[in-house]
């Protein structure tokens, strides 16, 4: 029988899972691959470093749960076939 959750206790897991993400970004920043590339893309962008790092652990996050969800290994050199648009360009309304 599953127990309702409560509002503090999803708050304290929110919590602990953003500070996970903090420290995994922090360790992430050196890393020579894709996921340092992302943090030195963002702040040759001019994006403040604690921005910079936010952004990388929601992505690091991001990465995990694609992950776990679709049963698959990570692999660096994936490339998704999804169509994104260039980051100057603007989506239409």
Do not use: H, W
């Not at 602990?16 to 922090?26: G, N, P, R, S």
């Not at 590339?37 to 702040?43: K, P, S």
């Not at 962008?45 to 990388?56: E, F």
């Amino acid at each position: 029988m599953n127990r309702p959750t409560s509002l503090l206790t999803l708050l304290t897991l929110s919590a602990a899972l953003a500070q996970t993400a903090a420290l995994a970004a922090v360790g992430a920043i050196t890393c020579k691959g894709p996921v340092g590339q992302y943090d030195r893309q963002r702040r040759a962008r001019g994006k403040p470093a604690k921005v910079a790092s936010v952004a990388l652990g929601r992505k690091l996050l991001s990465l995990g749960f694609a992950v776990v969800t679709s049963g698959v290994r990570y692999d660096e050199a994936f490339e998704s076939k999804r169509k994104i648009a260039p980051q100057n360009q603007q989506l239409p309304c």
